[in-house]
Nanobody
Framework: EVQLVESGGGLVQAGGSLRLSCAAS????????ISWFRQAPGKEREGLSC????????YYGDSAKGRFRISSDNAKNTVYLQILSLKPEDTAVYYC??????????????????????WGVGTLVTVSR
């Protein structure tokens, strides 16, 4: 059974940073890609970043370029999303998702995750002014 568990969210002041983690299990890690999405209240889900675990190739959505960095520790079956210079508009539930082999969703932006089957339950990030 595929399981994705996000952690690292919380309440942060604007200007601070966070590192979110996505711990994966139930599948051959290197055969998949892991993406990060977020959804703010009243807004559509937004694709942030994706990493192909077999070769480390990364993709970023337009809103994530510059302040977001995705990385993985394949030995720990964990993907990270570092967010720098947090802004109140970064307040959202952040989800990780697993897809087979590629970051196809991010090759035709905007990434929506509509065809990705495996999702975590999310971790809430709240950025105060």
């Amino acid at each position: 059974e595929v399981q994705l568990v996000e952690s690292g969210g919380g309440l942060v002041q604007a200007g601070g940073s966070l590192r979110l983690s996505c711990a994966a299990s139930g599948f051959t890690f290197d055969d998949y890609s892991i993406s990060w999405f977020r959804q703010a209240p009243g807004k559509e889900r937004e694709g942030l970043s994706c990493i192909i675990l077999s070769n480390g190739s990364t993709y970023y959505g337009d809103s994530a370029k510059g302040r977001f960095r995705i990385s993985s520790d394949n030995a720990k079956n964990t993907v990270y999303l570092q967010i720098l210079s947090l802004k109140p508009e970064d307040t959202a539930v952040y989800y990780c998702a697993a897809d087979y082999l590629s970051c196809l969703d991010f090759t035709s932006p905007p990434a929506t995750g509509a065809f990705i089957n495996f999702w975590g339950v999310g971790t809430l990030v709240t950025v105060s002014r």
